[in-house]
């Protein structure tokens, strides 16, 4: 495609971004894709880097330039996942008065650093995120492995987070051994039977990735990049490994002060209903929220995870 034809279908379309369409379409992204197009100016800033244990940790802002008087929520996503999961819900978040910070984990898609080998490190991570943004608070959200992180910085540092919301969370988070033996040997295999058990449907509704969307070739292609996105460590064995020997839910849960919301998927076979509902029972301040998902409810369920969220950050 020229690069007339891209303009030309730009304007058509109302994309913002040259550079996002180049990448689309083979070419190498520059810098006029940041520029106007047609007349009309891209967002300040979709994007950031935070310098964090002298490593740089990527965070999608939803579009919107970080402004420090603003609350903040970071977003922590699950095992061979990235930022974009949240796409919907940050995007959302970030053009209704919140920064947003939805982090690639370190290691691992376009963040550097050694991935965390324990929800403890990932913790920690965390909580020096939270320094370098210049931040005395914020709110965690986390998915899955994401969830354990979340719970376990605000067991660490309760002072530093004002509201947390566990989706897809259970405690123990065991991982069978079959799955953790084939993250390493037979990594395609083990990647089909995560999204066997992850998704309860074959199309999302249109609110989160559009219309015809497939969920498990789509779901199937982000692992395969995040897995392919570290050359020297399997991300993939060492976030379920992580998850696996995580200890320390209950004494973690028991030890958060802030509000505290489980977001359930009904029909979750990777993190069961009952699993999260046992680790609601050692909170202090805790809501659970069951919608109509399976283990990816942040797609399967955008409408009514935005909802709650919402809701919930509101309080």
Not at 17 to 42: C, H, K, N
Not at 118 to 147: C, R
Not at 246 to 272: K, S, W
Request: proline share 6%.
């Amino acid at each position: 495609m020229m690069e007339q034809e891209i303009t030309t279908f730009c304007a058509a379309t109302d994309c913002y971004s040259l550079s996002r369409l180049r990448e689309r379409v083979g070419g190498r992204p520059t810098g006029e894709g940041r520029q106007r197009i047609q007349g009309r100016s891209a967002p300040e800033k979709i994007d950031m880097f935070l310098t964090v244990n002298e490593q740089k940790i990527y965070a999608y802002t939803g579009g919107k330039a970080f402004n420090a008087a603003q609350p903040t929520v970071v977003f922590i996503h699950g095992v061979l996942n990235d930022h974009s999961v949240w796409i919907l819900q940050s995007r959302y978040m970030a053009n209704h008065g919140w920064n947003v910070l939805a982090i690639d984990l370190p290691g691992q898609g376009k963040s550097m650093g050694e991935p965390p080998a324990t929800v403890e490190d990932a913790a920690d991570m965390i909580i020096a995120l939270i320094a370098a943004a210049g931040l005395s608070q914020a709110a965690l959200v986390g998915h899955s492995f994401g969830s354990l992180i979340a719970l376990e910085t605000a067991a660490r540092a309760p002072a530093l987070v004002s509201h947390l919301v566990l989706a897809g969370a259970a405690y123990p988070m065991k991982v069978s051994p079959a799955l953790l033996e084939n993250s390493i040997k037979a990594p395609e295999k083990a990647i089909a039977m995560v999204n066997q058990f992850s998704h309860s449907m074959l199309a999302p509704p249109p609110s989160a990735l559009g219309p015809g969307t497939w969920l498990y070739g789509g779901s199937r292609a982000l692992m395969r990049r995040m897995l392919l996105s570290n050359a020297k460590t399997n991300v993939f064995y060492t976030g379920f490994k992580a998850c696996d020997s995580y200890a320390g839910g209950e004494q973690a849960m028991a030890a958060v002060h802030c509000p505290t919301l489980f977001l359930i998927g009904r029909n979750d076979q990777m993190t069961p209903p009952k699993s999260a509902k046992a680790l609601a029972a050692h909170a202090r301040l805790a809501k659970v929220k069951e919608v109509n998902a399976g283990h990816s409810l942040m797609t399967e369920a955008p409408d009514e995870v935005l909802a709650a969220l919402r809701e919930f950050l509101a309080e």
